[in-house]
Structures are given as C-alpha cells and as structure tokens.
C-alpha cells in the first residue's frame, strides 16, 4: 500500500500517477502537431487546386481565342461566297455547309468556356426588364437553321397574355437556345419539337418538349451533371461535350428559377421545364436592337495582324460599298487613324507592336476631332474581357468569327 509520499493526492480523494499525465500531455502535444500539419496541407492542397483552376481557365480561354482566329477569315469567306452565289449552282451548297460548321464550331468554344466561367464564378449577368417573347425569338433564330437542315418542325406558343422577366437577355436566350438545340440533337430528322410558354401564378413556365430518343431512368437524375453525354452514337454523330444543360442549369439558377428534365424513358421523347420569376410588363426596357444591313458608305480603317482575316474582311466590306484601309501592327493603325479621318475603325486587340486597347486609348486622347466609332474584334468573349474594352475606348465589341450582318449594322450611321 502506497503512502502520501509515494503517490499526490488529486483533491477529488483520487492519487495522481505523474507518468500518466506526462503521456496525456505528451499526446495532447502529438494530436495539436497532426491537426496543425493537416491544417497547413489542407490549405496548400486548396491553394494547388486554385492555382490548377486558374491555369486551366487560362489555357481554355487561349485555346478558344487561337481556335477563333482561324475561323474568322473561313467565315468571312462563307459569307463572301453567299454573295457571290449567282457565280456558280453549287456556291449555296457549299456555302451552307461551311457556314454551319463554323457556327458549329463557335458553338463548341462558347460552352467550353462557359463551363470554365461557371466553375469559376465568372458569369455576371446583365439584368433588365426584357418580354420573355423576344428572348424566345433570340433562342428560336439561333437554332432554326439547325432545324430546317434537319427537316425538323418546330411549334412555338406563346400565350395572348404579355410576360416580362428580369433577366440578362442574351443569357437567358441562351439557356433557350441550348435547350432547343439539345432537343434537336436528340431528336430524329422531320422530328417534332415544340416550345410553350404559360403563366405561372407570379411566374412563367417555358417547357421544350421533343419525340426524340428520350431519356432512360438510369440518365434522367443526371442529365444536368457536366460532361454527361447521351447514347454515344448519336451524340458522337451531331458533336458536343456534354457541356449545354449543365450551363443551362447553371444560368437558370441565376435567374431565380428551376429547370427539371422528364421522359418517359427510351425512345418517348423528353420535356424540359424551365419556371422563371415574372416582372411587370410595362418596365420593359428598350434595348435599342437595330435590324437591317447598313445602307450609308463608310470609310472604315480596319487593324488585323492576320492577313488572312485582313483580306476576307476587306473584300467583304468593299463588295458592301465601303471604303476600307488596312494596317497590320498596332502602331501603323494608330499613325494611319490619326492621319486621316475614317467613321469606323475596326481593330483586333491581339496586334503586334502595340495591343488593341492601347490603340484605342491613345487614339481617344489624341485624336484632333471628335474619334471615329472603334470596334473591337476579339477572339476572347468573357465578361472581363468585353470591360476591359469598354475602359479602353472601344464603342463596340464583336467575337470571333464575327457575324458579317452584325458588323455592317455597326458601320451604318448611329
């Protein structure tokens, strides 16, 4: 038996082994160090996976801007051989199949970097009170083509009531659009599709519906996971990355509403729902779109390192009726813009010797006159890059491959 000596007394009537709390203390030591290293790894692992995502967007966003070059002048040139059709029986033919597949490929680069932006966090949306009629219209011009080509009907409906949502137009229309051009994907040629739109108490209900191959069961709770493909053959066979409706779902949960996928399995066709808040009609603000090709001559100074791009754009605004220089380097456009007096400078912003947005500075501070209207040519479409333009100077901003119609509209008098 142990004496008051051999052993201290707790307090609590209980003796205290002094090598007993030297090994609680000395564990207590050993798990602070674990949970102090697991703290500094947790966070360099989470610095690893930032730095790898900033790279990876990095490298999207320089893939879809080398990838665009090349498709800015095939597309010019698409367009050139549209107005030169009356040369040859086959031209429409060929410049069909040309334009489709740029647009196609335009397609491909726009969801690839829209899955990054949504990643990332980077879509900002531009809200205002716009007709949910008009962005319909947006979605349905998109896609039409695709539709005709494949001998596809497609039944809209819209309801006698007028519908407003605060939305970003182009974002929305594009979630429209995705999920049209999806149901066309999936649907077989001279397939049905139809897109409806009814009130929803303080709401509004947007439903795709198609006769396509379906969804199974085992799909139908994923469909809106990125990277998920339907059945291999057929959407091998019309292209895409798996990558529309999971930016569908995306867009949509920024607007404040829902989408939800049904089908009744393979081979029944499959609806999409979309429910989005509802503004009031009479705040519907003016986008002040314009429609129509220009009409006016203009002397337009065009900057374009690329002397492909260079020459379909100044074969395609001379056949227009315009007057166009050329330069090919940053400082050479700036010196011919402040030599001369042009009503439009187009300008890449990827140039030699000096970048489009110091041409388009310097050329708003030293301009003698009133500067001509600058637009930017860009193979970069993301939200920053659009500001940074604006900051810059640049009336205008236009991703590659440019829409012909698109740029003459911005050459007619404003």
């Known amino acids: 038996m142990s004496s008051n000596a051999d052993m201290a007394d707790r307090g609590d009537g209980q003796p205290e082994d002094p090598q007993r709390a030297h090994e609680l203390l000395a564990q207590l030591r050993d798990a602070n160090q674990n949970l102090l290293i697991a703290a500094v790894d947790a966070q360099a692992r989470r610095d690893e996976a930032e730095a790898a995502n900033r790279r990876q967007n990095e490298f999207l966003a320089m893939l879809a801007h080398e990838l665009r070059n090349p498709l800015a002048p095939i597309g010019m040139a698409a367009a050139l051989l549209e107005r030169l059709s009356g040369v040859h029986p086959d031209l429409p033919r060929l410049h069909g199949v ?4 740029v647009e196609q490929m335009a397609r491909l680069l726009d969801d690839l970097l829209d899955a990054a932006r949504v ?21 349905v011009e998109t896609v039409q083509p695709k539709m005709h080509q494949r001998q596809q009907q497609l039944r809209v409906s819209l309801p006698d009531q007028a519908l407003a949502v605060e939305c970003d137009p182009a974002r929305l229309a594009q979630v429209f659009s995705n999920l049209l051009w999806n149901a066309s994907k999936f649907t077989q040629e001279g397939g049905a599709i139809s897109l409806s739109v009814e009130p929803d108490g303080q709401g509004a209900r947007v439903i795709v519906e198609d006769n396509g191959i379906g969804i199974t069961p085992d799909l139908l709770p994923q469909v809106f996971e990125l990277f998920l493909q339907g059945p291999r053959g057929l959407a091998r066979s019309e292209g895409g990355m798996g990558i529309g409706l999971s930016v569908v779902r995306s867009l949509v949960k920024m607007h404040d509403g829902t989408v939800e996928a049904w089908s009744e399995g393979s081979g029944k066709g499959s609806r999409f729902t979309v429910t989005l808040p509802c ?30 791009a260079s020459a379909m754009l100044r074969e395609l605004l001379t056949l227009e009726g315009h007057s166009v220089s050329c330069a090919a380097t940053g400082p050479d ?32 501070a030293r301009h003698p006159h009133p500067p001509p209207r600058i637009v ?21 901003y236009l991703v590659k491959p440019v829409d012909p119609d698109a740029l003459l509209m911005l050459l007619g008098p404003h």
């Open 98 to 101: 040309i334009q489709r597949q």
């Open 119 to 139: 990643s990332s966090g980077k879509i900002v949306l531009r809200k205002k009170v716009a007709a949910l009629a008009e962005v319909i219209e947006r979605a």
């Open 279 to 308: 503004a009031r009609p009479e705040d519907i603000a003016q986008d002040g779109r314009r429609s129509g090709k220009a009409s006016a001559r203009a002397r337009v100074l065009l900057i374009e390192d690329s002397a492909d």
């Open 333 to 364: 456009g700036l010196a011919m813009a402040l030599a001369d007096v042009y009503d439009v400078v187009v300008c890449d912003i990827g140039l030699p010797g000096m970048d489009g947005y110091q041409v388009a500075q310097q050329l708003r």
């Open 376 to 396: 930017a040519l860009s193979g970069y479409g993301g939200p920053e890059d659009r500001s940074r333009a604006e900051r810059a100077g640049f009336d205008h």
